[in-house]
């Protein structure tokens, strides 16, 4: 059964570096999404993306963070400047192209990122 | 904007009782969205409930959605261990789909 990766399971990293996870996508997916979720509390949506192009993004989603779809099968996650609250488990999750309210999410394993 | 709440935040069952996890919107949903997250998992996606008052069952698992599309429940019978993880409800919000999550409803199973 097809499923979304992500690499790594876990980042550590010191505030202030630079951190890019990474997400494949299931292959005939159109949309895709970063959640995240700190430990204990819920999923929160960070940004949608389709056709190139960001096209839905939350407040938490500010300028150090960005996403991109560099060939034709990942889907990355970038925070160019890594702060303690940036700790927390990110989620991909891609869904099929059809009516964005009528289809399922796939959720991706999830990276683990710890700012030190 | 959008808020979806849900109750209770914890329940521990004893094998073989049932639980029951309520999720309330602030806004009519087009859909409501179930996903399971098992500890250090996940969320898998579970059912989606898209008609008003429509009712789905999934062996012993019964959900709900509500007539004015703004709440849902689900509802486990005889719990087992393997029902153990948090249960999520998620509506979807805009054009992009979006998902808000609820605060999600950890069940703990004692055998």
């Known amino acids: 059964e097809p499923e979304v990766t992500q690499t790594p399971s876990h980042q550590v990293t010191q505030m202030g570096q630079e951190v890019i996870l990474r997400c494949v996508p299931i292959s005939n997916h159109l949309y895709f999404y970063w959640y995240r979720q700190i430990l204990g509390q819920k999923v929160e949506f960070l940004v949608s993306?389709?056709?190139?192009?960001?096209?839905?993004k939350s407040e938490i989603f500010d300028d150090q963070f960005s996403v991109e779809r560099p060939d034709g099968s990942n889907f990355t996650l970038k925070i160019r400047s890594t702060k303690l609250e940036d700790s927390a488990m990110y989620f991909c999750?891609?869904?099929?192209?059809?009516?964005?309210?009528?289809?399922?999410?796939?959720f991706g394993p999830g990276t683990r990122l710890t700012v030190l | 904007g959008q808020q979806v709440m849900q109750i209770p935040q914890y329940q521990h069952v004893q094998e073989g009782e049932d639980f029951t996890t309520y999720c309330n919107s602030s806004t009519t949903l087009s859909n409501i969205q179930w996903y399971k997250q098992r500890p250090g998992g996940h969320p898998v996606f579970l059912i989606q409930?898209?008609?008003?008052?429509e009712v789905k069952k999934q062996k012993r698992l019964t959900f709900q959605f509500g007539e004015a599309k703004k709440n849902s429940s689900l509802h486990i019978t005889a719990t087992q261990t393997t029902d153990v993880g948090t249960y999520f409800c998620?509506?979807?919000?805009?054009?992009?789909?979006?998902?808000?999550f609820g605060q999600g409803t950890t069940l703990q199973v004692k055998p």
């Open positions: 993306f389709y056709n190139n192009e960001i096209s839905e």
């Open positions: 409930l898209v008609k008003s008052g």
């Open positions: 999750a891609s869904r099929v192209l059809g009516s964005s309210s009528y289809n399922e999410q796939f």
């Open positions: 998620a509506g979807p919000s805009s054009n992009t789909g979006k998902l808000i």
